[in-house]
């Protein structure tokens, strides 16, 4: 083979070689944009169907510390008030109260049986123990036997605790609002965990804790 060839033949060769890897860099700095733009995409929308749900229970907060201020400032717990608060469809399942001295009183009129003691539920420890309005852990209701999580606060009359407000919001609710989350085109899709791990919501029901 002539010198000519020859060199013809190595500039080939390397120019082929440089075009080789310009492509594969190319297709790697493309592959980077794309997941990050992904990335950002996803971010962007899980911080906005983030804050829908976190001011959809912060409504319910609302009308649970709401009621428990209205039925606590008249110095005694009016029962009659809270069994003729009418619970709008969307809000809640039920609403109730414990009281420190065991009674319990359920706004729908759910009597439960002689085993219950609702100073021994989550919602009721845990608004007690930490003094303040509390969202409870998932757990499976008395009266329906589906799970839910409750929205709790203190009564406190007089400077004492007199019991605990709390309302039922059922898991298919959260199912419902975390179903509707939609990430390009159906291909990525919401839930909602809680701090301990449990899936609260998912837009298949079986998976679900």
Sequence with gaps: MKIKQKLILSFSTIIAATLVLSAIYSMVLISKISIENIYTTTEKSVEIYGEKLESWLSEKKAIVEATAITLSTQGKIDINMLKSHKIRPGEFNDLYVGFEDGTFVDGIGWIPDSGFDARTRGWYTKAKLENKFVFSSAYVDADTKEYVISPAV??????????????????????????????????GRGMLIDENGLVLAHYKEEYVS
């Design 154 to 187: 203190p009564l406190v009359v007089n400077g004492n605790l007199a019991g605990v407000l709390a309302a039922d919001i059922k898991l298919t609710t959260l199912v419902k609002i975390v179903g509707n989350v939609d990430l390009f085109g159906g291909k």
